[in-house]
T-cell receptor, first 114, second 113 residues
Framework: KNQVEQSPQSLIILEGKNCTLQCNYTVSPFSNLRWYKQDTGRGPVSLTIMTFSENTKSNGRYTATLDADTKQSSLHITASQLSDSASYICVVSANAGNNRKLIWGLGTSLAVNP | KAGVTQTPRYLIKTRGQQVTLSCSPISGHRSVSWYQQTPGQGLQFLFEYFSETQRNKGNFPGRFSGRQFSNSRSEMNVSTLELGDSALYLC????????????FGPGTRLLVL
């Protein structure tokens, strides 16, 4: 069964600290993995997208890693800011012929406190 | 370019009623997808429309329907509302069908009493 699991479910950190969010998946056939940031009351916004051959990709203070062998990805946030408070969702794309299927994780809710 | 817009932003209905939600995609985008988001289930795919035709469909009952107009604007309808339909309904647009890059609107928050 195609599945995406994220941990932790929620996280509280102090401003300026780093944190790492995890995403484990069992999706086949794997096409790519994307991390989204969703602010409260807003729609998700894409942070990074990673294909099978990519190990690391950065977007400012956000760095995503992908280990296709262990089917794990992480999102590392450096020097957190109050504006990083949001839900971070991992989604894996499975391609079967002409159909694309997206499998969404439940997200990690991050709160950055001053 | 203006982003994806959804109306209304908030809605309160009672069980048994029906509701219509609207989505205007980014100019030039021809594909519109709809999602239901709840805390326990996350984002769940409802359907995708392209060129006024439904191209992909998720596992939702027939009470959930949609359509797309010639200007790519899309509407989603839910009939005979149930308490469990309370959710955030998100619309996402992309250039073509099955494209990986989607741009989401702010969503419509539906509460069914």
């Amino acid at each position: 069964k195609n599945q995406v699991e994220q941990s932790p479910q929620s996280l509280i950190i102090l401003e300026g600290k780093n944190c790492t969010l995890q995403c484990n998946y069992t999706v086949s056939p794997f096409s790519n993995l994307r991390w989204y940031k969703q602010d409260t009351g807003r729609g998700p916004v894409s942070l990074t997208i990673m294909t099978f051959s990519e190990n690391t990709k950065s977007n400012g203070r956000y760095t995503a890693t992908l280990d296709a062998d262990t089917k794990q990805s992480s999102l590392h946030i450096t020097a957190s800011q109050l504006s990083d408070s949001a839900s971070y969702i991992c989604v894996v794309s499975a391609n079967a012929g002409n159909n694309r299927k997206l499998i969404w994780g439940l997200g990690t809710s991050l709160a950055v406190n001053p | 370019k203006a982003g994806v817009t959804q109306t209304p932003r908030y809605l309160i209905k009672t069980r048994g009623q029906q509701v219509t939600l609207s989505c205007s995609p980014i100019s030039g985008h021809r594909s519109v997808s709809w999602y239901q988001q709840t805390p326990g289930q996350g984002l769940q795919f409802l359907f995708e429309y392209f060129s006024e035709t439904q191209r992909n469909k998720g596992n939702f009952p027939g009470r959930f329907s949609g359509r797309q107009f010639s200007n790519s604007r899309s509407e989603m309808n839910v009939s005979t509302l149930e308490l469990g339909d309370s959710a955030l309904y998100l619309c996402a647009s992309s250039l073509e069908v099955n494209r990986e890059t989607q741009y989401f609107g702010p969503g419509t928050r539906l509460l069914v009493l």
